[in-house]
């Protein structure tokens, strides 16, 4: 018997043609429309000093996602750790967790910008250094009633732990990645894990996770969510979909790499320029019958549990947004298996 495949949303929040506010509530009514379709969890990036970010806070969207949804859980995709005071961390996710009565999760990573991180005033070379730090905190934080600890970054003693999360001893991590080393190491620490990449980089990923977990201990990776993320835009027909989402397309590259470019860095432009990212189907454009099989393809031969979607990037109209949704709904999730 196939195991059951999950399906989630994925988001950026990227600046669009809109006001920041009206942009806010057309993605909260959007995450709305996942919440009743019965996805399991949307996923917030953060960034910074872009256009892409226009959520650098998550958890502050977080609070207001806990209050217009019931069911679907939600996660950072990923909260940027160098960037994070541990006991601040830790009582926002308390926090986050008795609002929506148990269902944040936590997506964790060193950041992938060296930009964003030293914006905030930390070396980019102590990343791995303080990203250990801070989750080793986190934890110690969230099993204890004090804590203490001493490392090379932060030091605590007999620091009253008051506030607790609802999920015990604390919400399910996830780590993102599309290297070897952070498949790997997500696998060890048993955490969920997501991805992007063509669908052979996905599987060799996923066999990957799989191999270490066994190695690693008695783990049931059935139980965890392995999945990747794809941009998607569906519509009546491929050439519909194709003059609406090219478009919408560039304006979210040229967001994502605005950064990068004000650096004179040039190391993302292929890797998520829009040939390339068609090419290795990495965004689906497209019908139902065109996007679908594109889906299925990849789950069949990667093994991945979980699907993610994001279906508001760039340009794309509130309502173009909710259409492709719909149709996704309706048409193609009772079809994947």
Known sequence: ???????GMFDWLDRGSHSVGELYESRLKLIEAADRAGFYGYHLA?????????APSPSVFFAALAQRTTQIRFSPMAYLL???????LIEEVCMLDHLSDGRMELGISRGVSPYEIANYSVDPAQT?????????????????????????????????????????????LWYPSFSEDGVEFAAREGMHFMTLGPPPLVATLMARYRAVAAASGPGDTDTLKLGAMRQIYVAETDEQAFAVARPAYEDWY?????????????AY?????????LAGETILIG?????????QRLVSESGINYFVGSFAWGSLSPQQSHRSLDLFTSHIVPHIH
């Open 46 to 54: 953060e960034h910074h000093s872009t256009p892409l970010a226009m």
């Open 1 to 7: 018997m196939s195991a059951q495949i999950a399906f």
């Open 82 to 88: 160098p960037m994070y005071h541990p006991l601040r």
């Open 128 to 172: 791995r250094e303080i990203f250990t730090e801070v989750l080793e905190i986190f934890r110690q934080g969230m099993c204890n009633e004090v804590l203490n600890y001493a490392g090379q970054h932060f030091e605590f003693r007999d620091v009253p732990m008051t506030l607790k999360p609802v999920q015990a001893p604390y919400p399910p």
């Open 254 to 266: 040229h967001s994502i790499l605005r950064l990068w470019h004000q650096h004179n860095d040039h």
């Open 287 to 295: 019908s139902v019958d065109t996007v679908r099989e594109q889906i």
């Open 269 to 277: 432009d292929n890797f998520f320029a829009w040939d390339a990212c």
